[in-house]
């Protein structure tokens, strides 16, 4: 079995893309994105309006997958088309371009590396780590990993994480989040005045069910039973992406709609392969046949989501209950 820098040299292979197949794939979702907001929009019936806009909010997860493949370099390099087309999706999206990168980069350089506050993550402490908290610092981490600020993700981790107060910390730097904050603030604001339906069909519904699933994905794929953290000396980037990242188990359409992102562990182990390939780096390399799993049955979602701390005795991410019986 292969380990650390010839496992990575092997996953090589699927880091080339279609050229072809990248350029289908955005095109092809941003005609069925504006397919489905059309529907959306059109006031025949609200149920064909609501069915519109749920397809979507799926069509928001698969777009989003495209423009974090694009920042990770994996797909439509040295295109000054791709760069402008994915710049604005960033921008819509509430992930400018540079914030986002900075952030996820990170989020990968130290995956399962550090307990607290991190880039790009929902963070993890240790129970010695939380006892010692005061009750403010115990309050801004529950609320953090709340299932409620996942399922709000949209206003939470992306218009105010990663747009507003990026902008607010750092405001030269982080500019195009206040764009990016302000567009979405100008929509709402326009479209609440002259189209309350499509206000609610065809942008806040697509984002706050879109988001929801992209932040719920997000956290559960580094948030599960069996997820290890290691700290340096132990810490090695390749058993991290094998160990600290899931692979969730879908049906090929929800892995289509998804991006294939549920392959979360061979994206972590080389995000330079394309999301198209991901499951076929899996299929044809042993060592990651054989991942921790999760999937999207509401039992495994409320059993990610009950997970609060970390336990170094048990070697696992613990409930609270769990951790009182300690």
């Not at 350029?23 to 609501?50: M, Y």
């Not at 400018?96 to 790009?120: E, Q």
């Not at 709000?152 to 990016?180: A, C, D, H």
């Not at 302000?182 to 709402?188: A, K, N």
Request: proline share 5%; charged share 15%; with cysteine.
């Amino acid at each position: 079995m292969r380990t650390g820098k010839e496992l990575l040299v092997a996953s090589n292979e699927f880091a080339v893309e279609n050229r072809f197949r990248s350029w289908w794939s955005l095109w092809s979702t941003l005609a069925l994105l504006a397919g489905a907001l059309t529907v959306a929009f059109i006031n025949i019936h609200w149920t064909l309006s609501l069915a519109g806009s749920l397809v979507a909010s799926l069509l928001v997860v698969r777009i989003f997958i495209i423009f974090h493949d694009y920042e990770h370099g994996a797909i439509l390099r040295g295109s000054w088309v791709a760069k402008l087309l994915m710049n604005s999706i960033g921008i819509i999206l509430l992930c400018p371009p540079a914030i986002w990168k900075h952030s996820h980069d990170d989020h990968h350089k130290n995956n399962a590396r550090k307990f607290g506050p991190t880039l790009g993550t929902f963070p993890v402490v240790s129970i010695e780590q939380y006892v010692a908290m005061n009750w403010r610092e115990r309050f801004v981490y529950l609320l953090t990993r709340h299932p409620l600020v996942i399922a709000l993700g949209y206003i939470t981790v992306f218009f105010w994480e990663m747009s507003l107060k990026s902008f607010l910390q750092q405001p030269k730097r982080n500019i195009f989040g206040l764009v990016s904050a302000s567009l979405h603030v100008g929509v709402i604001v326009a479209l609440s005045i002259l189209n309350p339906h499509a206000l609610w069909f065809c942008w806040l519904i697509p984002f706050l069910v879109g988001s929801g699933i992209g932040a719920y994905l997000f956290y559960a794929q580094h948030n599960f039973p069996g997820m290890k953290l290691r700290h340096a000396p132990d810490w090695d980037y390749v058993q991290a992406a094998l160990i600290s990242s899931s692979f969730m188990k879908m049906n090929p359409v929800m892995h289509w709609f998804t991006g294939n992102i549920g392959f979360h562990h061979v994206h972590h182990l080389n995000a330079k392969i394309p999301f198209y390939r991901l499951p076929e780096a899996m299929a044809k390399i042993e060592e990651l046949q054989s991942p921790a799993c999760t999937t999207l049955a509401i039992p495994e979602i409320i059993r990610c989501l009950r997970l609060k701390l970390w336990d170094p005795e048990r070697d696992r991410l613990v409930s609270f209950d769990e951790a009182s019986a300690v």
